[in-house]
């Protein structure tokens, strides 16, 4: 019966062994988040917060011209997301499982006033979870990167 059980867990996502700047990481969260922001005012609303909230969830799966699995923030930073289960950059999949949790939060920035207010209640606590388990847990892992099975490297050059 134990085995059974054991047999069904999910397996944390096996690790390179070099652990990422945790100010490097936040840094490029934040290159995002601005970009998420300046997109959600200049464009019309609702195209524009519409537009930020779907680059906040799927932004590390860019895999076009110079991006392999890096959102903006983590090109300027010098970072890539990987799945190290299948040894390749992050796809828009493993991008969309990893940043649910930040997506969540996000979301709400969609609908004015009660949105932003609800916004600042979950976004910012879970912010802090994140920047938490990527200070406590061995890998560095935050809650998404366990969620997607992905992790943060520096970028080849």
Known sequence: MWLALTAQLPTPPATTGARVSIMNRVVAKLIDLALVIAVSVLLP???GPLLGFLYSLLGDGLN????????????????????PLQHRPANLKDSLFRNMPVGVATFFAIIPIWGWLILGLIGIPLMAMEIYLMMTVEAGHRLGDVMGDTEVVEARR
Do not use: A, D, R
């Open 64 to 83: 076009f011209g110079p991006f392999k699995g890096q959102s903006i923030g983590k090109k300027v930073m010098g970072l890539q997301v990987l799945n």
């Open 45 to 47: 609303y609702p195209l």
